[in-house]
């Protein structure tokens, strides 16, 4: 199976002394031992915070191991221009949500 998703993210904290944050998404996938495994990274969208991010298609069995009620980590981060990062925000979510939340934003 493939997953196909597009975040966006609402009213995030800006994070930059100049401007707004530059936002992008880590997606973790939880391991049996309960460490999580970064399985995705979106691209960067710089001074917004309210990102839309690019739709992608992951495999199933890379985000979830296959198991649509593993609960998959997405951090935002704010990228800086120094190569550094700092967390925004996280959100905690299974694949096995209903439809009508599939427009939920992050933030």
């Known amino acids: 199976d493939i997953a196909t998703m597009q975040l966006c993210a609402n009213k995030l904290d800006k ?3 100049f401007g707004k944050s530059d ?3 880590v997606f ?3 391991n049996e031992d309960g460490t999580f495994t970064i399985c995705h990274k979106t691209e960067v969208i710089k001074n917004n915070l309210n990102p839309v991010w ?3 298609t ?3 069995r890379a985000l979830c191991n296959g198991d649509y ?4 980590k997405v951090d935002v981060y ?3 221009r120094d190569g550094s990062v700092r967390e925004v925000s996280e959100l905690w979510r299974s694949l096995k949500v209903p439809a009508e ?3 939920t934003g992050i933030g």
């Open 23 to 25: 936002p992008f998404l």
């Open 28 to 30: 973790y996938r939880s």
């Open 69 to 72: 009620d593993r609960t998959v």
């Open 15 to 17: 994070k930059d002394f």
């Open 78 to 80: 704010d990228w800086d």
């Open 101 to 103: 939340n599939s427009g």
């Open 58 to 60: 992951i495999p199933v």
């Open 54 to 56: 690019q739709p992608f």
